[in-house]
């Protein structure tokens, strides 16, 4: 696999009058040609300062950023707008320009700022907008847009730059759900079909994990660990920079889940394999209820239970006697806390009214 960009032992932070703030150090790690690199870290890490540096758009503080095995430093600035591209997350000072001419924008370092497009140029814009899904945007100002289309405009402009390296600082921040999926598997695609290096910085956890090739994780105490998400997976790494207390990874999804603590069991009769039997079981434990199985229920109240038969419907069983009979979990959910508590309340009668002496 060849390497574009290399990071020998690299310091990055900010240079102030009194000295210097350093933001993270000691990085060493490489982005490939052909693959999506994401990077991944909590709030301050230092995600934004590392690829402003690689951008060069700030100077290392020690250490050294190699592009296609040449100092970066060594580059003209139209020779490394021919390389590599990139998009911030600030894109708000645009103001009276079409979505159509920003994307055009792309094209400078091969026509100048305001040279004239070619018919190769319009080509080029055009279909940069065609694959970001913004063909309808084209005659719109740029202050008319929401974020998110002013996101999805600035990633085309990035695109129509035809560059072998594209930088993204949280490219799918301001997009909605559909949107932050489809741009994500676009930017994997680009970088497998075109051969380009996609690095970009990204609060998306489990896409992330889901989509990209090679994955950074950054932290201030951890430093820097870079592999495949399946990789990270199996040595615990990713559990090591973002689990948290409430939370569970599964390993071999990759993906990450609330645990809820749960207040009591509840016997649920069915089979654990169906879908209807899982999301009953979420919602119980999202309230409180941890289900579990006759055989597991010793210390369940036996006198209410849950039977999922798998046919689309949901049943309350007291005392071994089914009482309800619903087809949405909500339903079934407005009627076992009462249930439960009216057996409990019953219980501690029962229990009140026994003469310990006898």
């Known amino acids: 696999m060849s390497i574009s960009i290399e990071l020998k032992n690299l310091t990055t932070g900010y240079k102030l009058k009194g000295g210097e703030k350093i933001i993270a150090k000691g990085l060493t790690a490489s982005l490939n040609i052909g693959e999506m690199t994401c990077l991944l870290g909590p709030n301050g890490a230092g995600k934004s300062t590392l690829l402003r540096t690689l951008a060069a758009f700030q100077p290392a503080l020690g250490g050294e950023v190699e592009v296609m095995g040449q100092n970066i430093h060594k580059y003209q600035s139209k020779e490394l707008a021919r390389l590599m591209s990139v998009v911030l997350t600030d894109n708000s000072d645009i103001k009276n320009m079409t979505a159509e001419e920003v994307v055009s924008m792309g094209r400078s370092p091969y026509t100048g700022f305001w040279g004239k497009l070619t018919e190769k140029d319009k080509t080029v814009v055009k279909k940069s907008m065609g694959w970001v899904g913004i063909e309808e945007l084209a005659d719109r100002k740029m202050q008319t847009l929401s974020d998110g289309e002013r996101q999805k405009v600035m990633i085309a402009k990035a695109i129509a730059q035809e560059t072998p390296i594209i930088l993204l600082d949280e490219p799918t921040a301001y997009l909605d759900y559909p949107s ?179």
């Open 180 to 358: 932050k999926i489809a741009m994500m598997l676009l930017l994997h695609r680009l970088a497998k079909a075109l051969k380009k290096t996609i690095f970009m910085s990204t609060h998306d956890l489990e896409h992330a994990l889901q989509v990209a090739d090679q994955v950074w994780l950054l932290d201030h105490e951890k430093g820097l660990t870079t592999g495949m998400p399946e990789d990270l997976s199996l040595d615990g790494s990713i559990e090591g920079y973002f689990a948290k207390e409430g939370m569970m990874f599964d390993r071999e999804s990759c993906t990450f889940s609330i645990e809820h603590e749960t207040a009591r069991d509840l016997i649920v009769d069915g089979n654990p394999d169906t879908l209807e039997y899982r999301l009953c079981s979420k919602a119980l434990m999202r309230n409180g209820m941890k289900p579990v199985t006759a055989m597991e229920g010793s210390n369940a109240n036996a006198d209410v239970s849950i039977r999922v038969p798998g046919d689309g419907t949901y049943r309350l069983i007291e005392k071994g006697k089914e009482t309800l009979k619903v087809e949405k979990i909500e339903h079934l959910l407005h009627m076992i806390v009462p249930a439960i508590t009216k057996y409990h309340i019953s219980a501690i009668r029962e229990a009140a009214e026994m003469n310990q002496y006898e």
